[in-house]
């Protein structure tokens, strides 16, 4: 079993920061890609960033120079630093990881998984 979960999401200010960590856990055996998604009300999922397992990232114009994606491979988790914050970032912000899990001697192919769900609201 393979959970993924997220912690940091709240209320903020526009203009304000907030911090999203995700952790992976279970019976894991490798992680490769990371990654941050967010759905607003209304609206289809939107990729943000990824990070691969050697720190390679990757963003989304719109959030490119606003938000940092990292990960703590020791701790398979991955953060979302959140800065500038805008009304427009008000969304469910999802944790994705790509990874390897074992059961026992039983090793399986790479597949994703999410996490839960948490929610950013920005204040204007």
């Known amino acids: 079993q393979v959970q993924l979960v997220e912690s940091g999401g709240g209320l903020a200010q526009a203009g304000g920061s907030l911090r999203l960590s995700c952790a992976a856990s279970?019976?894991?055996?490798?992680?490769?890609?990371m990654g941050w998604y967010r759905q607003a009300s209304g609206k289809e999922r939107e990729l943000l960033a990824t990070?691969?397992?050697?720190?390679?990232?990757n963003y989304a114009d719109s959030v490119k120079g606003r938000f940092t994606i990292s990960r703590d491979n020791a701790k398979n988790t991955v953060y979302l630093q959140m800065n500038s914050l805008k009304p427009e970032d008000t969304a469910v912000y999802y944790c994705n990881a790509n990874l390897r899990r074992y059961s026992g001697a039983i090793t399986y192919s790479a597949k994703d998984y999410w996490g839960q769900g948490t929610q950013v609201t920005v204040s204007s």
């Open positions: 990070i691969t397992n050697s720190g390679s990232t």
């Open positions: 279970g019976m894991i055996l490798s992680i490769n890609d």
